[in-house]
């Protein structure tokens, strides 16, 4: 009998696109309707009736059990509806109607969620994966237009199983309206699942887009960090190496106002797990503008003041978040801070970041609700930053 085993779970949005994937238990077709629906402005402020009128229908030949659909022409920042449908000889499958909100354009504001360590905390997860669902849970009731994982999303990324049970199967009610992006940390061991569920820019493994007035950059700091020789590099991030000049090229490329970096290896943590050599890539952030750096590993939060050349700079410093979020491991800390840590506690957690033209405000949520840091950001007309 035909199943639906993951998804629908949403991708790499546009302002005028959106692309939709889906697994199946069996090879089948696939097809996906967009929806509209007008909304209601009395009683219910907002409400949206039944979304039964068809905006388009898209479709492509031949069977698979992983789907992957790009559907276009729609407007930005706007909400629309879908609906999946899946048909082989065992029969048929649907589901929907789900909505989803298309990128928004330059000068809209906008937020989004980060976290990680679904997997990577596995191995010392009481909970038995309840940690999981609480972050996700947590991470709908703030209702972001996108969320970024950094990493260790499943615990061993050859094991097929370890997909669902660490990160579809917990994320499907969350996933199934916010798009998501990913990197790839040490537990997904670059396996051709990463490539097969993801939709990402080639070569999936680093990347980049805009959104809104944010140039995103996801980089493999397992790439440039090699298993065999953790945690040190050996030539990797200097001219030559693709990877590395596809960072110096993209970041010169970009005049977006905001710009935000995630990899999974920390540069910047006081705890274990620290990759110094990962400290090679910071002058080349610190002369491009880099804002933000998102990074994972060490299973704890941990936010640093502004840096610049190795010391603090409220003046045009980048702020390192490690945001090991779906875990808490208080025993990875040093017995206490370093010198470039603002805040740090190791509790399950993530990141809400709402972004506007010229302010950004930071908070770190724990699995209950609760908040625990934030921060501010005011960037003026001449990039002139403000902490506050």
Avoid at 182 to 187: D, F, R, W
């Amino acid at each position: 009998m035909l199943t639906i085993v993951k998804g629908p779970y949403l991708q790499w949005p546009t302002t005028d696109s959106m692309t939709i994937m889906w697994e199946t238990s069996e090879p089948a077709s696939s097809k996906v309707q967009v929806l509209v629906a007008e909304r209601i402005h009395s009683g219910y402020q907002g409400n949206y009736k039944k979304p039964d009128q068809i905006h388009s229908t898209y479709s492509q030949e031949g069977y698979s059990t992983i789907h992957q659909l790009t559907v276009r022409d729609l407007d930005a920042s706007t909400i629309y509806f879908y609906k999946i449908y899946s048909e082989n000889e065992q029969g048929e499958v649907e589901s929907g109607p789900y909505p989803l909100k298309t990128a928004v354009k330059k000068g809209e504001p906008f937020s989004f969620t980060v976290t990680s360590e679904t997997g990577g905390y596995s191995g010392f997860d009481p909970s038995n994966g309840q940690i999981n669902k609480n972050i996700f849970h947590q991470m709908q009731r703030y209702r972001p237009d996108f969320t970024l994982f950094v990493g260790d999303v499943v615990n061993d990324g050859e094991n097929y199983e370890d997909w669902e049970k660490y990160f579809f199967g917990p994320g499907k009610e969350f996933m199934v309206n916010t798009p998501f992006y990913s990197c790839l940390g040490n537990h997904e061991n670059n396996a051709s699942w990463y490539y097969d569920f993801f939709a990402f820019a080639p070569p999936k493994n680093y990347y980049s887009f805009d959104y809104g007035d944010v140039h995103f950059l996801c980089l493999d700091s397992t790439d440039f960090i090699k298993f065999e020789n953790y945690p040190h590099s050996t030539g990797e991030m200097s001219p030559g190496n693709t990877q590395y000049d596809f960072l110096i090229d993209d970041l010169k490329s970009t005049s977006a106002k905001w710009k935000m970096v995630f990899f999974h290896y920390p540069p910047y943590v006081s705890g274990g797990y620290q990759v110094e050599d990962l400290r090679q890539l910071c002058p080349i952030l610190e002369q491009y503008g880099v804002d933000l750096v998102f990074n994972s590993h060490t299973i704890v939060y941990e936010r640093s003041h502004p840096l610049r050349a190795g010391k603090i700079d409220f003046d045009e410093g980048i702020v390192y978040i490690v945001a090991g979020g779906a875990g808490a491991m208080p025993q990875w800390l040093l017995p206490k801070r370093d010198w470039h840590t603002s805040q740090s506690l190791a509790v399950p957690h993530f990141v809400q970041v709402v972004v506007t033209s010229d302010h950004l405000e930071m908070r770190a949520i724990d699995e209950e609700g609760r908040l625990f840091d934030t921060f501010r950001l005011r960037k003026d007309s001449d990039s002139k930053k403000e902490f506050y």
